[in-house]
């Protein structure tokens, strides 16, 4: 188990490769299906401080807000990536993102930009949804809460500890085409059987 | 290879303690028009979306007693049931996404199925307000979520089935069926020339596995299926969902179809596809499947795929009313 903690430099991304499990501490930003074509159509500026040396999140969570105003987040893992495939390498090129959290894997375009920018995806649990949340320890802003809705907007928080596998790394490796070719082939002998 | 403890869920007197319905609450089944669900729905809400079911825990057990120690797959299933004690212990969604919310009601005669719908919808915006449902539900078009969990153009959602039965008591269960389980579902029209799948059970067998194995990690593996043979193409999905809603571990009544699921469990699980399809010997936590009427001239095997995280429940009132869920 690697720790890893942001600001993450390229040496450090450089150095991950698929299959290793790590345990991410720091900034993240929570993006989805909306704030991605919003970050490749308008690229906005304010985004790039809180981006730099991050790593972008692929969840919609359900959060609750207190008395007091401020936030926390009651479930949050990952949703499937492969939506943003249009918008992830654009992304990560324009603000030089370390890293993207999700579930399911993405496609070879963003694989050749983790390569380009020195980024991996991480993959979470899927439906680990109380555990995830339990290691984000401080939601620090929220962005476009009323334009997207709340799984949809940009919610910056601070994680500890937050439990990833690397399924794409910054070298052109992905556990998923590993994974697939094997199974596809076992599948098909598989059907051959009587 | 060491074996992990079984997690130990909260111990139901917590649970009752904590519970929205009033203690010693219970329904006069002989006077219909009194009956009044919310709070009882509300309860089994919160109860589906918070606390893992004993079969899946088992299975989830099992099978991370079945990977090797320190691999990626056992890491993961261990992450899972840490979930699952976690989400207990929090009354917090098991997932973010507590996914489309579907009911099947089933009541004795000269009940108001208006009034129950009713109920069931007011429990749903209740527990979306309380955030133990995500708001799920967003036009088609547009994606414009309403935040409560109601079909902005008619009931649709949160879905309904009711059905009138010869029994004293009434039974709602309950399903949390996740967005991204559900994009892994299919629909194979037999015969299928791409498959070489014929009409008889070799050829469903084909289907499974061939879903199965597009779906890879996508909906959440180990994912259970929900195999209906035969229906049309609108009841047989149906019914592929509603057979999920038998615990693992049971028999199938049809012994050929209880081999053929066991077969099938055998075949899945060599694929190699693991936990989240990080590679593993768990790609399936269940093979459910039935067979159903068909027109002579069409074959449909419908696969439903449910994430491991499994969340169902179901309220029963007895004859005399009195709640129990299970």
């Known amino acids: 188990m690697k720790r890893i903690t942001t600001p993450i430099s390229e040496a450090v991304i450089r150095d991950l490769k698929v299959g290793d499990e790590v345990l991410l501490t720091g900034r993240v930003v929570l993006s989805r299906d909306i704030g991605h074509k919003y970050m490749v159509e308008h690229k906005p500026e304010w985004l790039k401080p809180l981006l730099a040396e991050a790593v972008i ?10 008395p007091d105003g401020h936030w926390s987040f009651v479930a949050a893992g990952p949703t499937t990536s492969i939506r943003e495939e249009p918008y992830q390498a654009d992304v990560l090129e324009t603000y030089n993102v370390r890293g993207v959290i999700g579930k399911g ?26 555990l995830l949340a339990e290691r984000v320890k401080r939601v620090v802003d929220v962005k476009m809460l009323e334009e997207f809705g709340s799984p949809e907007a940009f919610w910056i928080i601070e994680v500890e500890d937050f439990p990833l596998v690397v399924t794409m790394d910054s070298h052109g490796g992905s556990l998923h085409e590993e994974v697939a070719s094997a199974s596809q082939d076992r599948a098909k002998a598989l059907m051959a059987q009587k | ?80 049931l840490e979930n699952i004690t976690l989400a207990d212990d929090h009354v917090a ?18 009940f108001s199925q208006l009034r129950i719908k009713e109920q069931i919808r007011s429990a749903v915006r209740e527990c979306t307000s309380r955030s133990w449902l995500r708001p799920n ?54 015969p299928d020339a791409a498959l070489g799948a014929g009409r008889d059970l070799g050829g469903v067998r084909k289907c499974v596995i061939d879903a199965v194995a597009k779906a890879q990690g996508q909906g959440c593996s180990p994912g259970i299926l929900g ?82 995280s499994s969340r169902r429940m179901e309220l029963r009132l007895d004859a005399g009313g009195r709640p129990s869920f299970r």
């Open chain 1, 57 to 66: 999140y692929h969840c919609g969570p359900v959060v609750a807000q207190h």
């Open chain 2, 93 to 110: 969604p098991l997932c973010q996404d507590t996914g489309t919310v579907i009911f099947w009601v089933r009541h004795p005669f000269g």
């Open chain 2, 227 to 308: 195999v209906a043979i035969g229906g049309d193409r609108v009841t047989g999905y149906e019914k592929s969902k509603e057979v999920i809603l038998r615990k693992l571990g049971t028999a199938n009544p049809d012994p050929k179809l209880d081999a053929f699921e066991r077969r099938l469990m055998e075949d899945v699980n060599s694929l190699g596809i693991g936990p989240m399809g990080y590679g593993g010997h768990t790609t399936a936590l269940g093979v459910l499947v039935t067979e159903m009427f068909r027109h002579p001239a069409s074959f449909f095997v419908s696969i439903s795929y449910m994430c491991w």
């Open chain 2, 137 to 190: 539900c967003v036009e088609a078009l547009s994606g414009k979520n309403p935040g409560n969990n109601m079909d902005p153009f008619g009931e649709g959602h949160p879905v309904i089935h009711f059905e009138e039965w010869a029994q004293p008591g009434i039974a709602v269960a309950v399903m949390l069926k996740g967005g991204g389980c559900e994009n892994v579902g299919a629909q194979y029209r037999l």
């Open chain 2, 1 to 80: 290879m060491t074996s992990c403890p079984m997690p130990t869920l909260t111990p139901m007197a917590t649970v009752e303690a904590k519970s929205v319905l009033p203690k010693d609450w219970f329904a006069d089944l002989g006077q219909p028009e009194t009956l009044d669900l919310t709070l009882a729905v509300t309860e089994l809400i919160r109860r589906a979306t918070s606390r893992m079911p004993q079969d899946i825990i088992e299975a989830l057990v099992a099978s991370r007693n079945g990977e090797a120690e320190g691999s990626r797959a056992a890491n993961t299933l261990d992450t899972m």
């Open chain 1, 105 to 130: 894997g993405m496609g070879r375009k963003t694989s050749d930009a983790l390569g380009k920018v020195g980024a991996c995806y991480f993959h979470a649990t899927g439906g680990a949804g109380a």
